[in-house]
């Protein structure tokens, strides 16, 4: 599931391939993939129009055009991806975007359980972010713990909650944990202020990592890097790791690292 570094990468290769170029043409291969707006509307909001410019909010991506702003969601499967306009067409290309230049965006998703909005204005686009908590690379400490705090549930479902944190995902959110030596399931209200402390500097030095790779990356060092393991071992201590589900999620951690009562 594409995470925060995921859509930042998405971010960057958007503004590559088509930031400040015109778009010439939308092709609508899979309407089930907007929401909100037609084919037709799409097509003639955004045809003669320049992207302007690229923001991303949490896992949600915007690309302004000095009128309708186009938003993606990538939900479990979606990316996004720059070609030429006679590249061959693959099966989840389900919006593509021909850009000045002769190059071509393509909005691909397997899945198609998010996609595309087209807001008219900024009112619009602040209504659809409004139940999104601040984004996780841009939150000040005061603020992430405060959230933490007045919370009841699981840290890790508070982490992956967009409404509190935008842009934590499953990988994010078990790899964040384990480096702060806390277990998943501790309750988000218990943490000691050290807890929140370390976890916040855990989860910036994860993101910019993680960013710089353009997603959470399997590394060695990384629980990422062995959750997949056939009899997965803690990459720090060498113990087995422990699996479950926690509000539908796979969930990952050592016992050992993360021990009761953390």
Request: aromatic content about 4%; charged content about 30%; some cysteine.
């Amino acid at each position: 599931m594409p995470e925060l570094p995921d859509v930042e990468g998405f971010r960057k290769v958007l503004e590559s391939c088509a930031k400040g170029r015109v778009v010439r043409r939308v092709d609508v291969r899979d309407t089930g993939v907007l929401h909100g707006v037609s084919a037709r509307r799409l097509r003639d909001a955004l045809e003669g129009r320049r992207f302007t410019g690229t923001e991303r909010h949490g896992k949600w991506l915007l690309a302004r055009t000095g009128g309708p702003t186009l938003m993606l969601h990538f939900g479990m499967t979606g990316r996004l991806v720059c070609a030429r306009p006679d590249d061959a067409v693959e099966a989840h290309d389900r919006v593509l975007f021909t850009v000045s230049g002769e190059r071509q965006l393509r909005y691909r998703d397997q899945r198609k359980l998010q996609g595309l909005w087209l807001p008219d204005d900024d009112f619009e686009v602040a209504r659809m972010l409004d139940r999104q908590g601040p984004d996780a690379m841009a939150v000040e400490r005061a603020d992430f713990e405060a959230a933490l705090s007045s919370r009841r549930g699981s840290v890790k479902t508070v982490l992956t909650d967009q409404t509190v944190l935008a842009g934590l995902g499953n990988l994010l959110a078990d790899e964040v944990l384990w480096r702060a030596r806390l277990r998943p399931g501790s309750r988000a209200g218990d943490l000691t202020e050290a807890d929140r402390r370390r976890l916040y500097t855990q989860m910036r030095r994860t993101l910019r990592s993680a960013v710089a790779a353009g997603c959470v990356p399997p590394r060695d060092s990384w629980l990422t890097g062995h959750r997949d393991d056939p009899a997965p071992t803690c990459p720090r201590c060498g113990d087995p790791l422990r699996r479950t589900r926690m509000a539908g999620r796979s969930t990952v951690w050592c016992p050992r690292c993360q021990p009761d009562g953390s």
